[in-house]
């Protein structure tokens, strides 16, 4: 009989394969033995796969897939496979420090009333540098109840500093399909109104941001973010909770309505205008945003 490991670590992969190099030999060092590692090839170039089907590691999985572009069905594939008590998420550009899995094994035991964790981040850039913020917000430690400061973007949780029970995350249903964008926060808001989340302050995961991360098509980005607060709005406890949803969604259209105006896409545009004028406009802060979005000039709106 096959051992279960206690961690699966779900890696989905297309192309990127020098970065994807980095990303898995990261979790293979990692000073905590006890995982499988499996990989989702999302329909890579011959390279990629080539390079995938070359690995030798008894902990190591690879899954080829046809190629679908869209990182929930990759990860759930994956999910679907995994045989740990616990799912670890990395993306191929991304590095963990080798005691990641280690330190937040240890989290969790001390914490048995929470079935899943995060921790802190480092950003690096293409080459591994440290990366700038950039006017980012600075990392919140946020533990317990976080759904609240997840809805406001407060608490910042990065795909590859998540750890959470297979069970619960497959009870949830996985990751949604049908949100190709901000498929991760829906993810962990769902995980938080499960159940409490522990936290660990100290950066175990190196972040790469570059110009070829997915969520470069910031088009797309905003229209996840408006199909992600109208399905929470529906999903949320409090009718104070249902509130901020609304008004979270009518300030992503409009500045979904901003991003379709300045690509031409005039109609979309319009769309998007009047969604968010009418989840909006008993708002005074939407009005303010409305505002200054109106006054800025069209080449600064990006």
Not at 63 to 70: E, P
Not at 77 to 106: N, V
Not at 189 to 196: E, H, T, V, W
Request: include cysteine.
């Amino acid at each position: 009989m096959i051992r279960e490991p206690r961690v699966s670590v779900i890696l989905p992969a297309y192309n990127r394969l020098l970065h994807l190099r980095t990303a898995v030999e990261s979790v293979l060092a990692q000073t905590c033995p006890d995982f499988e590692l499996i990989v989702a090839d999302d329909g890579s170039a011959a390279e990629t796969r080539a390079w995938l089907g070359s690995l030798h590691d008894a902990r190591l999985r690879v899954l080829f897939l046809a190629h679908s572009g869209v990182p929930s069905a990759v990860r759930n594939a994956a999910i679907r496979e995994a045989r740990g008590r616990y799912l670890a998420f990395i993306d191929s550009d991304d590095e963990w420090l080798p005691a990641k899995l280690e330190r937040q094994l240890a989290l969790l035991a001390a914490h048995p009333d929470c079935r899943w964790s995060y921790h802190a981040s480092a950003r690096i850039d293409a080459e591994g540098r440290a990366a700038p913020v950039n006017g980012a917000r600075p990392f919140e430690p946020l533990a317990g109840d976080i759904v609240e400061p997840l809805l406001e973007i407060a608490a910042f949780i990065a795909t590859p500093t998540v750890m959470a029970e297979r069970a619960l995350v497959a009870q949830l249903g996985g990751f949604d399909e049908g949100q190709h964008f901000a498929e991760d926060y829906d993810l962990w808001l769902r995980l938080a109104m499960s159940g409490p989340v522990c936290l660990c302050p100290d950066a175990l995961t190196r972040v790469r941001v570059h110009t070829d991360n997915y969520s470069q098509d910031r088009i797309g980005a905003w229209r996840g973010w408006v199909r992600l607060y109208e399905k929470m709005s529906g999903m949320v406890p409090t009718p104070r909770l249902r509130d901020l949803c609304r008004r979270r969604r009518a300030s992503c259209a409009l500045k979904l309505a901003a991003m379709q105006w300045r690509a031409r896409q005039r109609g979309a545009a319009m769309t998007s205008l009047w969604s968010a004028a009418r989840g909006g406009w008993r708002d005074a802060t939407w009005w303010r945003e409305f505002g200054m979005l109106a006054t800025t000039p069209l080449r600064q709106r990006t």
